[in-house]
């Protein structure tokens, strides 16, 4: 039975990001686990819950009855509760300014070296799940990077929806700093998706520690932290190519090892293009 390994923000996720390729890989058979930066219990964004919910971009309603239903299921069901902790599975890195940072850098890569060789290889596949909340505790979280970096060292899938792709962006070996998708096609959140005010975050969080307060609910962080399309377009160089197909419902980009999945509207055929690169051996599509 292959595994594949779900990463997800504790900061707001999109319902359908999840749903779409969850459903595809429960169809398949696999087996699913559940990752997130420390540990807690991901929530859902509530408009990715609540029908009709209008996305000013693109001015238009992304969310249905059956995707916010779905979402609700899930989140209301036990399936989320122990999630794996990404800080209690992969070391912290040394700051330069360690006394022993050499000695620090050597344990880290040992370390490392040892869970990609001895536990990444029970997952068959990643997939990074999107939404708002990948932009606070994924994109820049260097545990994300390094499991990222071990699922391409053994060669094997992986996925990563909407600003869940930022994490594919800023992966990259501390040692030289290289984007690990350049040269590559992907697609992503395009800026023309972006919202001007709005981007907003949900989870159990708080400055004193407690889980009321800040995060306590909906958090508007007016546009967002950055444009994801303008990243990865310098990430993937000359020889790369950030496709949006923007005017276009879906878009799905594999470049193997790479899937990307550009917004919402492309969640299910994400879930779908994946299991076909497990059980095909795709290696293109969308380019």
């Given at each position: 039975?292959?595994?594949?390994?779900?990463?997800?923000s504790?900061?707001?996720?999109?319902?359908?990001?999840?749903?779409g390729?969850?459903?595809?890989?429960?169809?398949?058979?696999?087996?699913?686990?559940?990752?997130?930066?420390n540990?807690?219990?991901?929530?859902?964004?509530?408009?990715?819950c609540?029908?009709?919910?209008?996305?000013?971009?693109l001015?238009?309603?992304?969310?249905?009855?059956?995707?916010g239903?779905?979402?609700?299921?899930?989140?209301?069901?036990?399936r989320?509760?122990?999630p794996?902790?990404?800080?209690?599975?992969?070391?912290?890195?040394?700051?330069?300014?360690?006394?022993?940072?050499?000695r620090?850098?050597?344990?880290?890569?040992?370390?490392?070296?040892?869970?990609v060789?001895?536990?990444l290889?029970?997952?068959?596949?990643l997939?990074?799940?999107?939404?708002?909340?990948?932009?606070v505790?994924?994109?820049?979280?260097?545990?994300?990077?390094?499991?990222?970096m071990?699922?391409?060292k053994?060669?094997?899938?992986?996925?990563?929806?909407?600003?869940?792709?930022?994490c594919?962006?800023?992966?990259?070996d501390?040692?030289?700093?290289?984007?690990?998708i350049?040269?590559?096609?992907v697609?992503?959140?395009?800026?023309?998706?972006?919202?001007?005010?709005?981007?907003?975050?949900?989870g159990?969080?708080?400055?004193?520690?407690?889980?009321?307060?800040?995060?306590?609910?909906y958090?508007?962080?007016?546009a967002?932290?950055?444009?994801?399309?303008?990243?990865?377009?310098?990430?993937?160089?000359p020889?790369?190519?950030y496709?949006?197909?923007?005017g276009?419902?879906?878009?799905?980009?594999?470049?193997?090892?790479?899937?990307?999945?550009?917004?919402?509207?492309?969640?299910?055929?994400?879930?779908?293009?994946l299991?076909?690169?497990?059980?095909?051996?795709?290696?293109?599509?969308?380019?």
């Amino acid at each position: 039975m292959k595994k594949v390994l779900f990463v997800l923000s504790e900061w707001g996720y999109w319902g359908e990001e999840l749903i779409g390729p969850l459903e595809a890989c429960d169809a398949a058979g696999y087996e699913i686990a559940f990752l997130t930066p420390n540990g807690k219990r991901p929530t859902p964004l509530s408009v990715s819950c609540t029908p009709g919910y209008l996305d000013p971009p693109l001015g238009r309603s992304v969310t249905s009855e059956e995707m916010g239903q779905k979402t609700r299921q899930i989140d209301d069901s036990n399936r989320l509760d122990s999630p794996k902790s990404l800080a209690d599975w992969f070391p912290q890195r040394a700051y330069p300014s360690s006394p022993t940072y050499l000695r620090d850098m050597e344990a880290y890569y040992k370390k490392i070296d040892k869970i990609v060789a001895e536990e990444l290889v029970a997952y068959d596949a990643l997939v990074i799940v999107g939404g708002s909340g990948a932009l606070v505790d994924l994109a820049n979280n260097h545990r994300i990077h390094e499991l990222v970096m071990g699922f391409v060292k053994l060669n094997k899938p992986i996925a990563a929806e909407c600003y869940g792709v930022s994490c594919l962006a800023f992966a990259r070996d501390f040692r030289d700093k290289k984007s690990l998708i350049w040269g590559k096609k992907v697609t992503g959140h395009p800026i023309d998706y972006d919202y001007l005010d709005g981007t907003g975050f949900e989870g159990h969080h708080a400055i004193d520690g407690s889980k009321k307060g800040f995060g306590d609910g909906y958090i508007n962080f007016g546009a967002p932290f950055y444009p994801l399309e303008y990243i990865l377009r310098d990430a993937v160089g000359p020889d790369g190519a950030y496709i949006g197909r923007v005017g276009h419902e879906t878009s799905v980009i594999v470049d193997y090892p790479f899937i990307t999945s550009r917004s919402t509207a492309s969640s299910v055929e994400c879930g779908r293009v994946l299991v076909e690169v497990l059980e095909k051996g795709l290696t293109r599509y969308g380019w």
